[in-house]
Nanobody, 126 residues
């Protein structure tokens, strides 16, 4: 099982940028799809972005397309989320997640995310 630790959250003004990073332990990192999710107060956790094991396929929620970019470095066991053009509605706790299956096919958004980090708070002020 992959263990995940997020970092990079904080407070930013609307229109600003933040870069979240997720450090993963375990040799299986390079074999699994990785994703970012978020949960705002009083709301359910929602999908943000995902990237397949090779980095060759990505998927995004409609609400973040064109503003957020997910990337991974399999040599460093990290997956990042670059967030530009932040809006107050992006305020949430952001979680990194790892697929339970190795070398999953199909859209990264459809992965079975079974390992989760502790989350990092992102607050966007208006």
């Amino acid at each position: 099982q992959v263990q995940l630790v997020e970092s990079g959250g904080g407070l930013v003004q609307a229109g600003g940028s933040l870069r979240l990073s997720c450090a993963a332990s375990g040799r299986t990192f390079r074999s699994v799809t990785m994703g970012w999710f978020r949960q705002a107060p009083g709301k359910e956790r929602e999908f943000v972005a995902a990237i397949n094991w090779s980095g060759g396929s990505t998927a995004y929620a409609d609400s973040v397309k064109g503003r957020f970019t997910i990337s991974r470095d399999n040599a460093k066991n990290t997956v990042d989320l670059q967030m530009n053009g932040l809006k107050p509605e992006d305020t949430a706790v952001y979680y990194c997640a790892a697929d339970s299956m190795y070398y999953s096919l199909g859209s990264p958004a459809g992965a079975d995310f079974g390992s989760w980090g502790q989350g990092t708070q992102v607050t966007v002020s208006s």
